[in-house]
């Protein structure tokens, strides 16, 4: 005997099967429609999880996550992660490896920093090479092509661009209007030097 949609989505007015979880007639909706309204009903609270991404939803994932962090800190005394690290080991004996597709060997990150003349090439302005590497305006790889808009990331030098940690933090993951990025040779003249 054929199976039939007993049921009437509150939502969308659209037939629906008849499952043994569902709710009588009149207040059972189909799993996407409650999503949807779900997300549109609770932006800030729990729209981040059902997919929503709007600026409003991913604020209130990040209030989430930090309170979270730090009730397992005070409960725990270390921060999350470091807490999945320390299970890991213990469950296989070692410390979960750092994937080496994110590194860049000192070598190349030199010559690159001495290809574009020390200078940031998203702002122009010099790089101090003596900075603490955690400063603001340290030198910085920057992926014209960000590492998230890849399958793999693309560590090749013609991807690679020096630029100040700071301008690197800011321009995130975006892509520059033209999708690529033309490198810079020279500081650009600043206006302080066409005063002159």
Same mark, same amino acid.
């Given at each position: 005997?054929?199976?039939?949609?007993?049921?009437?989505?509150?939502?969308?007015?659209?037939?629906?099967?008849?499952?043994?979880?569902?709710?009588?007639?009149?207040?059972?909706?189909?799993?996407?429609?409650?999503?949807?309204?779900?997300?549109?009903?609770?932006?800030?609270?729990?729209?981040?999880?059902?997919?929503?991404?709007?600026?409003?939803?991913?604020?209130?994932?990040?209030?989430?996550?930090?309170?979270?962090?730090?009730?397992?800190?005070?409960?725990?005394?270390?921060?999350? +992660? !470091? =807490?999945?690290?320390?299970?890991?080991? @213990?469950?296989?004996?070692?410390? %979960?490896?750092?994937?080496?597709?994110?590194?860049?060997?000192?070598?190349?990150?030199?010559?690159?920093?001495?290809?574009?003349?020390?200078?940031?090439?998203?702002?122009?302005?010099?790089?101090?090479?003596?900075?603490?590497?955690?400063?603001?305006?340290?030198?910085?790889?920057?992926?014209?092509?960000?590492?998230?808009?890849?399958?793999?990331?693309?560590?090749?030098?013609?991807?690679?661009?020096?630029?100040?940690?700071?301008?690197?933090?800011?321009?995130? +993951? !975006? =892509?520059?209007?033209?999708?690529?990025? @033309?490198?810079?040779?020279?500081? %650009?003249?600043?206006?302080?030097?066409?005063?002159?």
């Amino acid at each position: 005997m054929p199976r039939k949609m007993t049921l009437t989505c509150c939502l969308c007015n659209e037939p629906m099967w008849a499952g043994t979880t569902s709710k009588p007639h009149g207040e059972a909706a189909h799993n996407k429609c409650r999503r949807e309204a779900n997300v549109i009903n609770n932006h800030g609270t729990t729209g981040y999880r059902q997919g929503c991404r709007c600026d409003e939803c991913k604020h209130g994932q990040y209030i989430y996550l930090t309170q979270y962090a730090a009730k397992v800190k005070a409960e725990q005394g270390l921060h999350p +992660n !470091t =807490l999945r690290r320390k299970k890991f080991k @213990e469950e296989h004996g070692y410390w %979960p490896e750092v994937s080496r597709s994110t590194w860049i060997a000192p070598k190349l990150r030199h010559k690159l920093y001495e290809r574009d003349n020390w200078t940031c090439q998203l702002c122009g302005e010099p790089i101090d090479r003596g900075a603490d590497r955690n400063a603001n305006y340290a030198p910085s790889l920057d992926h014209i092509v960000p590492q998230s808009h890849t399958l793999f990331p693309d560590h090749d030098p013609s991807n690679l661009r020096t630029v100040h940690r700071l301008c690197n933090s800011k321009r995130g +993951n !975006t =892509l520059d209007a033209s999708g690529e990025a @033309e490198q810079r040779t020279t500081r %650009p003249a600043s206006k302080a030097d066409s005063k002159g």
